[in-house]
């Protein structure tokens, strides 16, 4: 099952299962927002690459204090989905996220934390 995850996150399951290994190191990144990124269709071909788990600072975007959105799409074998379903589905360990975040998979908002000061607006 063809699975897609935007923001900056890990994953793994609450069993000995670890589905740390579905991530690829690379993911699409870009600064600013726009809520037509969450779609599962949306074309993220043009937007940069950036590895997981390292601060965007160190990776082009040094000085950049705002909104950016990280992209990736990868594949749950038939197998681990199965164990998810029976053991309650997988669990999204996400990594040190400044300020506030929003979890998307396969277009649907899973979870987040913080909030979005009173005059945020979308691009």
């Keep these: 099952m063809k699975k897609s995850i935007l923001l900056f996150l890990a994953i793994s399951l609450t069993t000995c299962l670890n589905a740390q290994n579905l991530l690829p190191e690379m993911w699409k990144f870009k600064t600013g927002d726009d809520s037509q990124w969450a779609s599962p269709s949306f074309d993220d071909s043009g937007w940069a690459d950036i590895k997981a788990g390292i601060q965007w600072e ?24 199965a164990t998810a379903k029976k053991y ?5 360990a996400l990594g040190k ?5 929003f979890t998307y998979v396969n277009g649907k908002l899973v979870g987040g934390l913080g909030e979005v000061p009173p005059d945020y607006q979308t691009a």
């Design 97 to 101: 996220i400044d300020d506030v975040d």
């Design 58 to 81: 160190s990776q082009g975007y040094n000085g950049y204090d705002g909104y950016a959105w990280y992209r990736v799409t990868f594949m749950v074998p038939a197998g681990l989905e």
């Design 88 to 92: 309650g589905g997988l669990n999204l």
